[in-house]
């Protein structure tokens, strides 16, 4: 199992220094490298007998990969001996940022969609490195050490669980200081068995045989209130970022004010206004976490929809839907009951708000209609309704089931 937890860091003015020269250095490998895989591209792209007469046509020309611009690095060490201060790990994944990026952009998923095209990157826009490697050890303390860097201040709010190991580091430079990013890998064994036995696949959380599957909930999420689970429980929404809209009006006014580019009076208004972008966001993470924990706690299974939230994000209610910040939510859930031994369930919203939970008739209604009435009888909210369709959805649904078998298996 890998999870990841973050902490502050609290550096020197020296090391402070260095580490923003290593973004500013790395930042314009990565451009570099980027330019050449571009170069490659529009060369390439098409083959010799496409291509217009009115046009050059150009050598073919050996295609820029991981391994090869790896292996250049040596000639720009050469060239500029500050590269040679950068841990050459740190280095090397720059260049596989380089490589992940471009091969969106080429390669098309299992869906069939293609990343956009890649940009180049501003000072404020690269804003981490990652040691690839980094030995176990490396908290002894109250400091972490960073090789090339030295021992570094860091605030261990919670310590490093047992059986996890450190297996990456992410140095990160926030708006409001540097923080480290610890990727942590451990091994889970089943709980009925022994300590000593044999692991199972670790990258697969473990689920607690002792589920209870009459302790299930169907949550529906929303607008109105943030979500509504199938016992009538109401979580409102809280709408952080339309709550401080003015506040982001005045700080955006403010640097718009300042028009000359690099002046410390623009510097410090950006850094209010990054400041203020932050708050919100944690904030909206903050609460996501808290319902998240509450739902976990309460319920065995956790029932919600498969939502195709990139896409509702492109209509009208786009601003309230990235305010209410859906997909960040689902994904903590998910999370948090992944490692307290639970079950999470997503099921297909096609009809949840306009099929009956009793009777199962279809009762359309608009957007603006917040109540449902059928005439079997049965009257309740709207959100209310979908998030008993959507528990109804989750009971036989194939993670469900499998569990049920393996459940009786134990037992057997």
């Known amino acids: 199992m890998e999870i990841a937890y973050q902490y502050r860091l609290r550096p020197t003015k020296s090391q402070e220094t260095q580490m923003e020269t290593w973004l500013n250095l790395l930042r314009m490998q990565y451009n570099y490298r980027l330019a050449e895989r571009f170069k490659w591209w529009d060369e390439n792209r098409c083959p010799i007998n496409a291509c217009p007469l009115v046009c050059s046509i150009a050598p073919p020309t050996e295609q820029p990969e991981y391994y090869g611009q790896k292996r250049d690095l040596v000639q720009t060490k ?5 590269y040679t201060d950068i841990y050459s790990g740190v280095l090397q994944d720059c260049i596989g940022r ?3 990026t471009f091969d969106r952009f080429l390669k098309a998923d299992s869906s069939g969609r293609r990343s956009g095209r890649p940009r180049f990157k501003q000072r404020s826009r690269y804003r981490s490195f990652t040691y690839p490697q980094i030995k176990a050890s490396c908290v002894k303390g109250k400091h972490i050490t960073l090789p090339k860097i030295g021992d570094v201040k860091v605030i261990l709010h919670r310590p490093i669980p047992d059986g996890f190991v450190i297996k990456t580091c992410t140095v990160v430079h926030k708006a409001d200081g540097w923080y480290v990013t610890l990727s942590l890998h451990g091994t889970c064994f089943k709980s009925a068995e022994p300590p000593n036995a044999v692991p199972q696949d670790d990258t697969v959380p473990t689920v607690s045989p002792d589920v209870n599957q009459e302790n299930a909930v169907g949550i529906d999420v929303g607008l109105k209130d943030f979500l509504v689970t199938s016992d009538n ?4 929404i809280p709408q952080f970022a339309r709550s401080s809209e003015k506040r982001r009006k ?5 640097l718009s004010r300042k028009p000359k580019k690099g002046t410390k009076r623009r510097q410090k208004a950006g850094k209010r206004l990054s ?6 966001a944690r904030q909206r993470k903050d609460f996501h976490y808290k319902v998240a924990n509450w739902l976990v706690r309460k319920y065995d299974i956790i029932a919600h929809e498969d939502l195709n939230i990139k896409g509702l994000a492109r ?5 309230s839907i990235l305010d209410a910040g859906w997909g960040e939510f689902l994904t ?16 297909n919203p096609n009809g949840t708000t306009q099929q009956c939970s009793s009777c199962g008739h279809k009762v359309p209604k608009d957007l603006s209609v917040r109540w449902h009435s059928c005439l079997c009888g049965v009257s309740l909210s709207r959100d209310h309704n979908a998030a008993i369709n959507v528990l109804n959805s989750a009971e036989g649904h194939p993670v469900l089931k499998a569990h049920r078998l393996l459940r009786v298996s134990r037992n057997g």
């Open 98 to 100: 380089v490589e992940k």
């Open 275 to 280: 400041k203020h972008y932050q708050k919100v």
């Open 332 to 347: 903590i859930v998910i999370r948090k009951a992944a490692s307290a031994g639970g079950i999470t369930v997503a099921v």
């Open 315 to 319: 209509t009208r209610l786009s601003k």
């Open 250 to 254: 005045l700080l955006n006014k403010a």
């Open 233 to 236: 429980e109401v979580v409102p």
């Open 78 to 82: 050469a060239k500029f001996p500050e």
